[in-house]
């Protein structure tokens, strides 16, 4: 590599704009023959040890001028078209994640979903589409799967058949392999926006309304404890990006996730990950842990990616002994499953607790719980947003500040609908004015008054 990256070769490449249908087709059974020659010879002349030191975009152009010198070489009978073909597939083998690559490269993709190595779906505007992407075989699709899960420390066999990872922009990568997944090796990655999403991106999706956005914008300031509930997919960790960018730059926040996703960009951030056990089966480090070992570390806001185990006790503990401002997401239908899940979890610590000992610390450490739902026609919106007043004998209330009002659905069967202030101030309210926050008392005033 050390001298076949400095040598220059004249190449035929041409430069016409690449067919983005191209990018992701099949190979016929020649052109893989042809991939898989000229692949195994350029391994042979590249030292793949010393691609990290070069620039991404030198190395790229590099294997591309080898790639077409060798296809040369060997007098391949390939049209112009097909030569780009393989030289483009040999280049995201080698730098990237082979067949996924074009994927990944496609700012309107949000998922993509491959089942087995030959059956790769996508999803695009809140829609799943099958593409004519595939890997050439299980080993190949194994392959890309450890190049990424060693990427970030972790493993996957057949002792350790299932795993979460991330990819370098921060994409969420879930896998699993057989003999769990029967039908083959699958993996899930949950796509990160090249440009971050803010609250201006919010309003234009309609997913919340300026007035709501307002009221965001101050309960975070004002360092109220929030709870994001919601279904899979629904936006909870996109929700969460945002909030917390209200928070003042000056703060010092610690981030706790099982794979770090939040794209925080405040300059004094201390991201914390989980660690799976080794293949002895130990050296965990759950979220519990980290929620614990976090208060130690003198934080301003703790934010915790999800709860879903014994670390929402840990969570409602740091919420009511001064740790206000805490931000974390959940997965449940409604505001109000999202409570009962938390009772649900804090048994799942084995630590006993009078039901209306729980529910009380519930309702003093959680002060808003914002409701998030993925509609059938692929929009994302705020459905709900409800303050949690306190305890009525062994009941958790709640008003609901804002409400999605369902209307219908139009011919192209996207919903109808608004997010509607339901007429009730909130206790809160008095608190942001004494902590000097301007908000408009007619943001929580129905229309109609």
């Excluded at 740790?323 to 610590?349: C, F, K, Q, W, Y």
Aim: charged share 25%; glycine share 8%.
């Amino acid at each position: 590599m050390a001298t076949v990256m400095t040598e220059q070769f004249h190449s035929g490449i041409s430069n016409e704009a690449e067919d983005p249908e191209d990018r992701i087709r099949p190979l016929t059974l020649q052109e893989i023959e042809w991939k898989e020659r000229i692949n195994d010879r350029l391994l042979t002349v590249l030292d793949l040890s010393l691609i990290d030191t070069v620039e991404s975009e030198k190395a790229r152009k590099e294997i591309r001028e080898i790639a077409d010198r060798l296809l040369t070489e060997e007098s391949a009978p390939l049209s112009r078209r097909q030569r780009k073909l393989i030289i483009g597939r040999i280049e995201d083998e080698v730098m990237g994640l082979g067949p996924l690559e074009p994927l990944l490269a496609d700012s309107t993709i949000s998922d993509i979903l491959v089942n087995g190595f030959d059956t790769i779906y996508i999803e695009r505007r809140g829609k799943l589409e099958r593409t004519n992407a595939r890997f050439t075989d299980h080993a190949h699709l194994i392959n890309t799967i450890d190049r990424i899960v060693s990427a970030v420390g972790r493993r996957i066999d057949e002792s350790s058949p299932m795993v979460d990872a991330r990819l370098a922009d921060g994409s969420r990568v879930n896998v699993i392999i057989p003999p769990l997944a029967i039908d083959g090796a699958m993996l899930s990655i949950r796509r990160f926006g090249v440009e971050l999403l803010g609250m201006n991106n919010m309003i234009q999706l309609d997913t919340v309304t300026e007035e709501v956005a307002q009221v965001l914008s101050a309960i975070v300031r004002a360092r109220l404890n929030i709870v994001v509930s919601g279904g899979t997919g629904a936006g909870k960790t996109t929700m969460l990006n945002i909030l917390s960018s209200y928070i003042p730059a000056d703060e010092r926040i610690v981030t706790i996730e099982d794979s770090a996703e939040l794209q925080l960009q405040q300059p004094h951030v201390v991201r914390l990950e989980t660690r799976p056990p080794n293949i002895e089966g130990a050296g965990e480090v759950t979220a519990r842990d980290l929620v614990r070992n976090s208060l130690r570390m003198r934080p301003e806001r703790i934010i915790v990616g999800e709860v879903r185990g014994g670390e929402a006790l840990d969570m409602l503990q740091a919420m009511n002994t001064g740790h206000d401002g805490s931000l974390t997401t959940i997965h449940a239908n409604t505001p109000r499953d999202a409570l009962g899940r938390i009772e649900n979890m804090v048994s799942m610590t084995g630590i006993s607790f009078p039901i209306n000992a729980l529910r009380s610390q519930i309702a003093s450490a959680i002060n808003v719980v914002l409701q998030i739902a993925r509609l059938e026609d692929g929009q994302r919106k705020l459905i709900s947003m409800q303050e949690i007043n306190g305890m009525e004998g062994d009941v958790i209330t709640m008003s609901e500040l804002f409400a999605f009002h369902r209307e219908g659905v139009d011919e192209d069967g996207k919903v109808i609908g608004k997010l509607r202030p339901t007429g009730i101030i909130p206790a809160f309210y008095k608190g942001l004015a004494q902590r000097g926050i301007d908000l408009p008392v007619e943001v929580f005033q129905p229309e109609w008054t």
